[in-house]
């Protein structure tokens, strides 16, 4: 019995043994697969390649900009006001604000308002009495039952009575058809069907389609550099097209108080796609610099600098730079190591770090500057810009 006791603790101690031994192996075969994968990461690490795009710095022109904004409206001057000498009642609007009008369009019918035609008709009857009265007394005086005093004062009534009617019936208070008299547009509308409007109040400005402007908001500090004849390029804000080009008419010499800016007018070329009250931006050209530019896209911020990647032997350099004249799609590289041609990064370019292998996914060509398209500066605005570089 006590064989059967001691022999079942022997075996129960190499159970033990056993299952300590196979913990130990299993427990160092586990460590040795996790430094092995650790030391394949960090050697994958080393060789991660990042994948970008770049394009060519280059010799070329960037404009100095001032960039504001403004609504496009008629010229004051040439603005063309529709009215009639005598107090009127609108009958019927014909045309629309905004419509294009030839010489012979009919604007607007009016008739002469219940005031207007009783003093027509008084002036008549008052005239008709006088001519009566004058008679009586030319009569009388050959009849010595007058004197000449009282032929005289007949005749100042009788002056006066047709003098009254002619100035009236000069108006040509009757109903009428009033036409535009010129081509152009209809910039505004006075009056509405059924309105009495008083003697030369305006019904409809009509303004020549060649004398069409826009009023430019400029920032005092910017005014200065603007002069008339300057070019600037007028896109409607939040509308497709192409941008038209204008012309600095003429800059005034006073902050508006309205909107606290400098008022810039820009004359239009004929027949410009720019409706009337139109809200546009402006790119006023104030000066055009010779310069080494890049994409705006490969220059990075980073803290008080600024720094780009380019490509070299198949690795990321690091460059820090100084920046110049700006804007949406370039910028000025002012002191720098790099050569016109060379690439730059445009795209990937955050997460590089500098010694980084690099596979290039697009290259651009490289192109031709063109003296007559340069890069453009939006040297200041007139109202905040939107969006930022991440």
Do not use: C
């Amino acid at each position: 019995m006590h064989r059967k006791v001691y022999w079942r603790i022997i075996a129960a101690l190499v159970v033990v043994a056993a299952a300590l031994w196979l913990g130990y192996a299993l427990g160092r075969s586990g460590a040795a697969k996790s430094s092995a994968s650790k030391e394949e990461d960090k050697s994958s690490e080393g060789r991660v390649t990042a994948k970008v795009t770049t394009a060519l710095a280059r010799q070329g022109k960037i404009e100095k900009l001032v960039t504001a904004f403004g609504t496009v409206m008629a010229t004051p001057e040439d603005v063309r006001t529709i009215s009639v000498p005598f107090e009127a009642r609108v009958r019927r609007v014909l045309v629309a604000p905004g419509q294009q009008v030839a010489q012979q369009t009919n604007l607007v019918r009016v008739e002469p308002s219940p005031d207007a035609s009783l003093q027509l008709q008084d002036a008549r009857t008052t005239h008709a009495a006088a001519v009566k009265d004058f008679e009586q007394v030319r009569q009388r005086l050959e009849m010595k039952l007058a004197t000449k005093s009282d032929l005289f004062a007949a005749q100042q009534a009788l002056q006066l009575a047709e003098s009254k009617l002619h100035n009236l019936e000069e108006r040509g208070i009757e109903n009428k058809t009033l036409q535009a008299g010129l081509d152009g547009l209809v910039s505004k509308i006075d009056v509405q069907e059924g309105q009495i409007v008083p003697a030369g109040g305006a019904l409809i400005e009509v303004v020549p389609t060649s004398r069409i402007q826009v009023r430019l908001g400029v920032e005092a500090a910017n005014a200065g550099a603007i002069e008339a004849g300057q070019s600037v390029r007028l896109m409607a804000v939040q509308m497709d097209g192409a941008p038209v080009e204008g012309q600095v008419r003429m800059v005034t010499h006073r902050v508006n108080p309205a909107s606290r800016l400098v008022d810039v007018y820009v004359s239009l070329p004929d027949k410009t796609p720019l409706l009337l009250e139109t809200y546009v931006r402006g790119q006023i050209v104030v000066g055009v610099k010779e310069a080494l530019v890049v994409p705006q896209a490969a220059v990075m911020p980073e803290d008080d600098k600024h720094k780009l990647f380019t490509v070299r032997d198949g690795k990321a350099v690091e460059h820090e730079v100084q920046t110049g004249l700006a804007n949406d799609e370039d910028i000025e590289l002012l002191e720098s190591d790099i050569h016109p041609g060379e690439a730059v990064v445009t795209q990937g370019n955050y997460e590089l770090a500098s010694g980084m292998a690099v596979e290039v996914e697009a290259e651009a060509k490289a192109e031709t500057p063109s003296t007559s398209e340069p890069s453009t500066q939006p040297e200041a605005t007139s109202a905040p810009r939107s969006g930022s570089r991440p």
